[in-house]
């Protein structure tokens, strides 16, 4: 499983960077399979901690992506409307879904060693 050390993890498999970008772990997208759509949420939209923003569908189900900080939608990646597979090919890079101006984050988050841990 790749868990890298400089994000902060959602029990319900969201990563949080600290310049606020938003993904989902490499262990989730294992799980879920090939990706074959990701619903985005609308730039600007005022969300809380735990809310559901997104959904990712894979060949085996649909998943709802939760936001793990409360805040503001500041962009979306639109790569993913014509590549959606970003998502299992780059969690953690081209695959991010949307970034957030962070009023507040979760107290819930944990750190990669917690989520490996919880994970494993």
Do not use: C
Not at 15 to 32: H, M, Y
Request: glycine share 10%.
């Amino acid at each position: 499983m790749n868990t890298p050390s400089d994000l902060k993890y959602a029990a319900t498999h969201e990563w949080l960077k600290s310049d606020g970008t938003v993904g989902i772990s490499d262990f989730a997208q294992d799980q879920l399979g090939d990706v074959v759509y990701v619903e985005l949420p609308e730039v600007g939209r005022e969300v809380k901690a735990g809310e559901t923003v997104a959904v990712v569908e894979s060949v085996k189900t649909a998943s709802d992506i939760y936001a793990p900080a409360s805040g503001t939608i500041t962009a979306v990646n639109d790569a993913l409307g014509n590549a959606p597979e970003l998502v299992n090919s780059g969690p953690y890079e081209g695959g991010w879904l949307f970034k957030l101006d962070v009023a507040e984050a979760s107290a819930d988050l944990m750190d990669a060693a917690a989520y490996e841990a919880a994970n494993g």
